[in-house]
């Protein structure tokens, strides 16, 4: 699930399946021929790894052949639980250059901008973030993502969007905290130092929060909110605990509203190097909070050589 990592751990062939320029069939048949090999060499590692693989070729086809028999329409694409963003909407904006002051979300934004591309769990995460920590509705920040992707499929995307935001789907929706998942994907800060270099500075207890480092620290960076990188853009404690709610009062409008809940993620501190005692602010059941709207400055990062739509055609 490691983006850095998967730069070169994925067989990167999903835009020339996309494009057609490798079938579906010539790539299944190599992975059989080679996991066969490897197995009759003892090789478990490989064999698996490509079992794997052809797994996931055949899911890519069951989606495809899936959203051929059953349209949008007819996925609950419509739902309008959230509002639709308008094409110039600054939080739209701020997500899609990769500015939203969450170091995670904003070096995937930036990547995919540079190289269109990006692995599954980050796809998931941006569309995650944009419906359910900004609360917009799934097409349009969907429509954006599609233009960046060199591999785009529209059987594969539009229905993992609809799934990512809850649209499809009876399950509890399942929203990651963004801290938490940096934490994991990215625990040496590598791939946040590669994309986001206004905050490679920052130590790797800061940098997967700048926002909870301490300001002696933030100065001797370089890091000053609102010009040389964004404050975070919403509470995201609070923006996925309204999200679960109002999309819990949609799906079983019958129950109170808001429905008592353990919510391990507000019970913990972002980062493991924290103090966990009780934060009363924490627990309070607030609404989300707009923090900024300040996309900051540029600078020379990479989402200043991205070129907005490259992959708009594909």
Do not use: C
């Not at 009876?170 to 990651?176: D, G, T």
């Amino acid at each position: 699930d490691q983006p850095a990592a998967a730069e070169a751990a994925a067989s990167r062939l999903s835009p020339h399946l996309a494009f057609g320029t490798v079938s579906v069939r010539e790539a299944w048949q190599a992975a059989a021929r080679a996991r066969a090999a490897y197995e009759q060499d003892g090789d478990t590692t490989f064999a698996a790894s490509l079992a794997s693989f052809l797994d996931r070729l055949e899911w890519r086809s069951r989606s495809i052949q899936s959203l051929e028999d059953r349209p949008l329409p007819q996925q609950g694409s419509g739902e309008t639980i959230r509002p639709e963003p308008a094409a110039d909407d600054p939080r739209l904006e701020a997500w899609i250059q990769g500015r939203t002051g969450f170091p995670i979300i904003d070096a995937s934004m930036r990547s995919l901008r540079e190289t269109g591309w990006l692995n599954f769990p980050m796809r998931a995460m941006l569309i995650g973030f944009a419906t359910h920590h900004l609360w917009m509705d799934w097409r349009r920040p969907a429509e954006r993502l599609a233009a960046l992707f060199t591999d785009f499929e529209p059987g594969i995307h539009y229905p993992q969007a609809l799934l990512q935001s809850a649209v499809k789907g009876s399950e509890a929706p399942r929203i990651r905290n963004p801290v938490r998942l940096s934490l994991e994907v990215d625990p040496d800060g590598a791939f946040i130092r590669r994309w986001v270099p206004e905050l490679a500075a920052l130590s790797d207890n800061s940098l997967h929060a700048p926002w909870e480092a301490p300001k002696a620290e933030l100065a001797r960076a370089g890091v000053i909110f609102g010009q040389t990188y964004p404050m975070r853009m919403v509470d995201h404690v609070a923006a996925a605990r309204e999200a679960r709610d109002r999309i819990a009062s949609v799906r079983h409008p019958n129950r109170p509203y808001p429905q008592p809940a353990k919510r391990p993620d507000t019970k913990q501190a972002d980062l493991p190097f924290r103090s966990a005692r009780p934060n009363p602010d924490r627990r309070a059941r607030t609404h989300p909070v707009q923090l900024s709207f300040d996309l900051g400055t540029p600078g020379n990062g990479p989402e200043a050589r991205a070129i907005q739509g490259r992959a708009a055609n594909a």
